[in-house]
């Protein structure tokens, strides 16, 4: 009895880390994910130099719209790098390049460089097919 109630409550502890934004990570994949990822996809589409001699010119609010999506995933990645899969490589290794190319992105927002955005940008969706593929429940 004693001690069902203690590996309960270590459970939870590991789940609470997991979820130190009070969010489960469904929650967060859903309210704040995907809604910055495809706000991120969108500047970084805008600020590619590949897409024309136009993208250099994108307003200031549109890269404040970028820095902000990067900073919401950043956010995001403090958390998936303590979620109680932590000790998976393929999670590990998914977690950890999202971390790295959110931060990257908030980089290059922050600079102002639309080549880098939009690779950072491009290589993150890689990490949604990454991870998702093995830990995502499929429907
Ligand atoms: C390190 C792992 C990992 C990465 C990286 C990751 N996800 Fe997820 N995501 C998950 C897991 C696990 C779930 C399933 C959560 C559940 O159903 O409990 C999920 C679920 C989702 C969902 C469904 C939420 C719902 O309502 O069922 C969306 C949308 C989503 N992710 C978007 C993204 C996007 C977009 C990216 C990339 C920019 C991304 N995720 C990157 C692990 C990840």
Not at 12 to 26: D, E, F, N, T
Request: aromatic share 4%; hydrophobic share 45%.
């Amino acid at each position: 009895m004693r001690s069902a109630l203690l590996a309960a409550l270590l459970g939870l502890s590991i789940a609470g880390a997991a979820v130190a934004a009070g969010l489960s990570l469904k929650d967060q994949m859903k309210s704040v994910v995907e809604p910055a990822s495809n706000a991120l996809f969108a500047v970084g589409g805008d600020v590619d130099p590949a897409n024309g001699p136009d993208a250099a010119k994108v307003a200031d609010a549109r890269w404040q719209e970028g820095l902000k999506a990067a900073q919401a995933l950043t956010t995001v990645a403090a958390d998936l790098n303590r979620a109680q899969r932590e000790s998976e490589p393929e999670w590990r290794q998914a977690a950890g390049d999202f971390a790295r190319l959110a931060a990257v992105a908030e980089t290059a927002a922050q600079a102002r460089d639309g080549a880098g955005l939009s690779t950072a940008a491009n290589a993150l969706a890689d990490t949604c097919t990454a991870c998702h593929t093995k830990y995502k429940p499929k429907t």
